[in-house]
């Protein structure tokens, strides 16, 4: 499959707490993985696994400390070695690139009717003209399911549902025609009753062209549902990557299995998870594996050295020092 | 808003004497004239009596509304302005140009006010440009730290974020997304500027640290004092500027919670608008 993205050891660091006992986070270390035309692929992890951090970096809202995120388009190519953000080459990436966001009711300003972010959109982008922007945002707002448009454009967030403000979301997002659409946790804050709805808008989006989605959230379900690849991250490092079925169903590293066992353990709720409880050490992490301290299986190597990510198979990664090749 | 009857009665208050401030001094005798027999009580002559000097106080308390509103007005208007620039600014940009304005702010804040007003207006020569400087400079700190504050927290709102994910450019988040949301916050900020400019100035000159030649509701009041009203029980010398004072003061005090409510729709759910929460009925079944 031709990529589309790729996203080179990637690595996002914060600051924390004042002088001086400032310290450094470590939400993003060594990233690297691909997205490709038309393909969905979902990052997972718990919360703090830097997951959303580095969906917002390559949609461009926070800058990285190291590595590179790369757009391979049908002509030009953009790399994002994280200079400048201004000029030409930023706003063709913001056409390209879009993003959803978790909180539809924090990701729409509250003092404009809906129609407004479809609008500027589309203006900014040079896809409607002040004579046809209101008919194109119409049109926007009705393929994301919004009947009828014009109706629902004048309307403010407040008076709208959950459901339907991610659909508008969803609408400002595509109005840009891009090419990648990153979604961050689409889902989380809606009523489980609507969920599917939103998650089959991704497979639409994904079916009406060469647009790619980099599905981001904690839901095994949603992404086993809709995902073609999935990347686990665990503390900002990827410990396994490969095609969805692969990975959920039968995954090898301890952190994806406790992943997968957690999301289908409803059945008997007292059987012991296969690793201990607690949270990632992202900031002054060790020199080993970042899950180790959880791991049952850990050893002393385990603790002092970082596994290298190892291929299980041609498409199918793991990284972890009990994994052997095939 | 306008249906709330705290709204109605306050906007016609400040209203009324906005207007009076304005047209009145066209309508009255002349403030500073001796026209009558000194602390003569209120009669048909005098509406409000006359002062020590024989002066109407009816035409002094018009008269005075003009200098003291206006003065507050452009007060107001400054210490808003320089405060939201100040704090937006600091919460926009972050990092050292924040902690320096903040720092700033926070000495300001520290300096005992009045005490400061005092001294200021005792060096520099008395008239309504010291008091609007004087004022505009201790006046600005409280607005700065409420504006950083807002922006501060709606900076960090996934709207901003999404704004730029569409292009949008930094000036045009500032001015389009975030300062409509700002729009509840400024106003109330801009009703207490009004309501701190109006006492503080009556106050100082009060004390004779303004123009005393001049004719304002503080040095009405100051003349009052001077006059020995209180002993001699002439009470028509001070109390239509107080109670001119005091029904401002309220019409602006009632606008303030009505647009507080608004920009704090937490406070509006439970408000005097309506009926808060009410507690969950409990049937027992034992009687």
Redo the contacts between chains.
Sequence with gaps: MTPLLTVEGLGVEFPVGNWPRRRTLRASFDVSFSVGRGEIVALVGESGSGKSTIGRVIARILPAKAGRVTLHGPGERDTDSFGPRAGEASMRWRQRVQLIFQDPAASLNPVFPVGHPVARALRLHGRADPKTVDERVAAALEAVGLHPGATFATRYPHQLSGGQRQRVSIARALATDPDLVIADEPTSMLDVSIRMDILRLFTTIRASGTRSVLLITHDLASARLVADRVVVLYAGEVMELGPARAVLDAPRHPYAQLLAAAATRSGDLRAPLPAAEGAPKVIDPGPGCPFAPRCAQATDRCRAERPALTAVSPDHAVRCHLVRPE | MIADRRARLGLALVLGFVSVALLGPLFVADPSAYLGPPLAPPSGDFWFGTTGQGQDVFAQTVVGARSTLLVATIVAGLTVFIGAVLGATAAYLGGVVDALLSLAVNVFLVMPGLPLIVVIAAFLPPGPVTMGVVLTLTGWPWHARVVRAQVASLRS???V????????STWRIVVV?LL??LAAVLGSSFIGALLYAVGAQVGLEFLGLGDLNAVTWGTNLYWATNDSALLTGSWWTFVPTGAGIAAFGFGLTLLGFVLDERANPRLAARGATGPGPQPTPVERADG
């Design positions: 709102r996934d709207f974020a999404a704004a730029q994910v569409s292009g949008e997304e409509p949301n």
